[in-house]
């Protein structure tokens, strides 16, 4: 008996064709809403393949500034606390005008933070005074 005898090999008669359903309407409306969509898409994950190094910078930035206070001495938390503190009451002092506002805390954090450190204050003074 001959392998083409045996049922289980047997070639069908007929030739077979592949027909593919036709698209429903559901289909046809996910795809034009897909192809609509494709170029925001597209210009999001370019922003985000942008933004992504500079937002990963950042966080760790921000955990290294947490373990460095975590780590930091009582005098540094004492003297961040005067000095914010200072910029507060500049902020109560600088009620009702804009151009107040704008002076009033940083000058006043500016001078708390030059009692605490001198020597930086002198070469602000001094690079600040030759611009």
Known sequence: MRINELSLYSVPEG?????????TQLEESISHLRQYCETYTSWCQEIYSQTEPKMQSLVQWGLD??????????????????????GVVGLLLARGSKIKKLLYPPSFMGLAASLYYPQQAIIFAQVSGEK
């Open 15 to 23: 030739q077979s064709k592949y027909v593919e359903k036709p698209r």
């Open 65 to 86: 500034s947490y373990e460095y206070l975590q780590k930091a001495a009582s005098e540094f938390l004492l003297r961040l606390v005067v000095i914010s503190f200072a």
